[in-house]
């Protein structure tokens, strides 16, 4: 079954702190892994999107790398503002129609402290 | 560029009555998702659309759930009748093709 595991559930660290976020996933036929950002009360936020094993983006203080089977989030000398819910979502093949799916995990709930 | 229009934000009902959403997605995108999010979880997908057809609405409760988009741009999701394990956050997303969503604020929904 796939299935999109993300660690830890919730994250403090103080200012400056650096760490990571990690996505962990069992899918057949992976065609990307997304990362969003979601602030209380509103929708999720687009930040990367990963392809291929061994791939890296960088945006800000934030850098999301993916191996075969998984995706880490790392957060460097992160900021109070920077606090929110990280989801991470998988992108699946839907059966053999061509089409695609989006799994997405629970999120980690990170609270940067000033 | 406008982003993903949702309405209402907020919906208070009674379970048994029935409710309905709006999406307006981004312009030129063929792609809708609706999706339920429950308070701690991450977006579960109801249903995907294609233009105006269904390419995946395994997850959505047929007996009181329905989804449609008309002329392949607007999209509603209805509940009818609603449950108490209803209450959640719904969020319409879209696509250029099964490509990067852009999501809209969702609508918050309480059924009492």
């Known amino acids: 079954e796939d299935q999109v595991t993300q660690s830890p559930e919730a994250l403090r660290l103080q200012e400056g702190e650096s760490s990571s976020l990690n996505c962990s996933y069992t899918v057949s036929g992976l065609r990307g892994l997304f990362w969003y950002r979601q602030d209380p009360g509103k929708g999720p936020e687009f930040l990367f999107t990963l392809y291929s094993a061994g791939e890296e983006k960088e945006k800000e203080r934030l850098k999301a790398t993916l191996t075969k089977k998984e995706s880490f989030l790392h957060i460097t000398a992160p900021k109070p503002e920077d606090s929110a819910t990280y989801l991470c979502?998988?992108?699946?093949?839907?059966?053999?129609?061509?089409?695609?799916?989006?799994?997405f995990g629970t999120g980690t709930r990170l609270k940067v402290l000033a | 560029e406008a982003g993903v229009a949702q309405s209402p934000r907020y919906k208070i009902i009674e379970k048994r009555q029935s409710v309905a959403f709006w999406c307006n997605p981004i312009s030129g995108h063929a792609t809708l998702y609706w999706y339920q999010q429950i308070l701690g979880q991450g977006p579960k997908l109801l249903i995907q659309?294609?233009?105006?057809?269904?390419?995946?609405d395994s997850q959505l409760p047929k007996d009181r759930f329905s989804a449609e988009r008309l002329k392949g741009v607007d999209s509603t999701l209805k509940i009818q009748p609603a449950k108490l394990e209803d209450s959640a956050v719904y969020l319409c997303a879209s696509s250029w093709a099964s490509d990067t969503q852009y999501f809209g604020p969702g609508t918050r929904l309480t059924v009492l």
């Open positions: 659309f294609q233009n105006n057809g269904v390419v995946d």
């Open positions: 979502a998988v992108q699946a093949r839907l059966h053999t129609s061509g089409t695609y799916k989006y799994i």
